[in-house]
């Protein structure tokens, strides 16, 4: 450890989240490679309001912030401070983190290599019942008037691997960062043994939190190599840090490709609704636009189309999807949003298109954004034309076959097949041994449409062969 150039960082700030909070305090401690010291310090103006609990923990108060530098202001010389030394700090995460966040938010790349000394102390004293800094000062019997203020934890920082130095030797402590640095640590209930037996090839992984609790669902064509990045230091969200820190275990399920992890990822999620997936959860209304014949939609706007919104409620049967439906949206707010983009990317009237009130010439139109059919200076036949275009991009496409195909899925690497069944958009099983579909649709159970699941298959079977099931059947 002796021959690099150490940094030895704490952070005071607003809150926990790196990307919604700010900085208030910096402390900084060089050491170089001769044991030469130098100490940076500076209060920062988050131009945030600070909690008062945050006020409570580290004394720091907006009227000892009113005459402090932004961030801005100090970040280039920061920056040069920190270039090419170890990032040192305590849950080294949080801090990293932050600083990741604000350098970027001056067009400042960083990423150091990054020294934990939470993990250094589970590493060399597994023993002790805390590893927090105060536990950790309370083992080694450091002594120290402040805490949560930004040098006086650099200080302990350093006070605890002086002490791990004298303890352990240099050596060990060498060692310790050196494997810190080869691979992300894991959360403390995981065994590596279950990530190392963790193959890298296509499949769905899960994550477990306490009492079993399913957390997290994710697909990767690279299995091991995705779970272990969930535990890097480079975290762009307290959500992500958050997750990372619950889990308690993980499982996985190998797929014989792309396209199969994708649909059992999507099904695990609609089913089960992990804690921290977002995207793709359960539905329980999806919202749709449909173009109604040209009509009458208002005293002033004869003969133009004016799309029509309406719902299905989950489990709608997929056969009800086989009109001339555009997009699919989780509430009513999102449609409009998305119609809304449509006309100001195609200068449309937002008014014709029912999402403005009021008579006469539209907003848009006053500050050129509008074609003018408002006012009847854009022809109902070139507008709707226009519309017809532009929705036609998410349109959900009619089921182009005759009935339910096979699509097979193989993966060389691990010689694996599988062989997904598709009816009308909807995925209705995946079975790896084709003598299970040899009777047809007999004990398949049907599906309902699922807008995600169709984003998916509409991509996909484009790239992969589909075949009638009665034909894959008979030839197997």
């Not at 208030?24 to 001769?34: F, I, R, S, W, Y």
């Not at 208002?298 to 709608?316: K, N, V």
Request: glycine share 8%; with cysteine.
């Amino acid at each position: 450890m002796s021959q690099e150039i150490y940094a030895l960082v704490d952070l005071e700030t607003t809150g926990g989240n790196p990307v919604s909070d700010r900085i208030t305090e910096v402390g900084l401690k060089l050491v170089q490679a001769d044991g030469s010291e130098m100490v940076w310090q500076t209060l920062v103006n988050p131009g945030a309001p600070i909690p008062e609990f945050i006020q409570a923990i580290t004394g720091i108060t907006p009227p000892m912030l009113q005459g402090a530098p932004r961030f801005g202001d100090i970040a280039q010389e920061l920056h040069e401070l920190l270039q090419g030394c170890v990032f040192v700090a305590h849950n080294a995460r949080f801090d990293y983190a932050f600083l990741k966040q604000a350098f970027a938010r001056c067009n400042l790349s960083f990423r150091p290599r990054i020294l934990c000394t939470l993990k250094l102390a589970r590493t060399l004293y597994p023993d002790w019942p805390r590893h927090s800094l105060d536990a950790i000062c309370g083992q080694m019997a450091y002594q120290r008037q402040v805490s949560h203020r930004a040098l006086a934890d650099v200080a302990a920082m350093q006070a605890f691997i002086e002490f791990a130095r004298a303890d352990h030797g240099e050596d060990a402590l060498a060692l310790a960062a050196r494997e810190q640095w080869a691979r992300p640590a894991l959360p403390q209930a995981i065994d590596r043994a279950v990530i190392d037996s963790m193959p890298d090839c296509y499949g769905v992984y899960r994550f477990y939190g306490d009492n079993g609790a399913l957390l997290y669902v994710g697909k990767s064509n690279q299995l091991r190599s995705r779970v272990m990045s969930h535990f890097s230091a480079d975290h762009a969200s307290a959500r992500e840090m958050k997750l990372a820190q619950a889990v308690r275990s993980i499982d996985w399920t190998i797929t014989a490709g792309e396209l199969g992890a994708l649909l059992l990822e999507n099904r695990e999620i609609k089913q089960q609704a992990p804690v921290y997936n977002k995207r793709q959860r359960p539905c329980s209304q999806w919202w749709h636009y449909q173009l109604p014949d040209t009509g009458r939609v208002g005293a002033r706007y004869d003969g133009y189309i004016r799309p029509r919104l309406w719902s299905r409620g989950e489990g709608a049967n997929a056969e009800s999807y086989s009109g001339a439906l555009f997009g699919s949206f989780r509430s009513s707010k999102a449609a409009r949003k998305w119609l809304a983009a449509i006309a100001d990317e195609q200068r449309l009237c937002r008014r014709v298109l029912g999402l403005e009130r009021g008579e006469g010439r539209c907003f848009a139109y006053q500050i050129g954004r509008c074609r003018g059919a408002c006012v009847g200076e854009e022809a109902a036949g070139d507008f709707n034309l226009r519309l017809q275009l532009a929705l036609e991009r998410d349109q959900i496409q009619a089921w182009r076959y005759s009935g339910p195909v096979v699509v097979p899925e193989y993966d060389e690497a691990t010689e694996r097949s599988e062989y997904h069944v598709i009816n009308q958009w909807c995925h209705i099983a995946t079975v790896s041994d084709p003598a299970e579909l040899a009777g047809g649709m007999g004990g398949l159970s049907a599906a309902s449409f699922d807008p995600d699941a169709y984003r998916i298959l509409r991509k996909w079977l484009k790239r992969l062969k589909a075949v009638p099931l009665r034909e894959f059947a008979a030839a197997s």
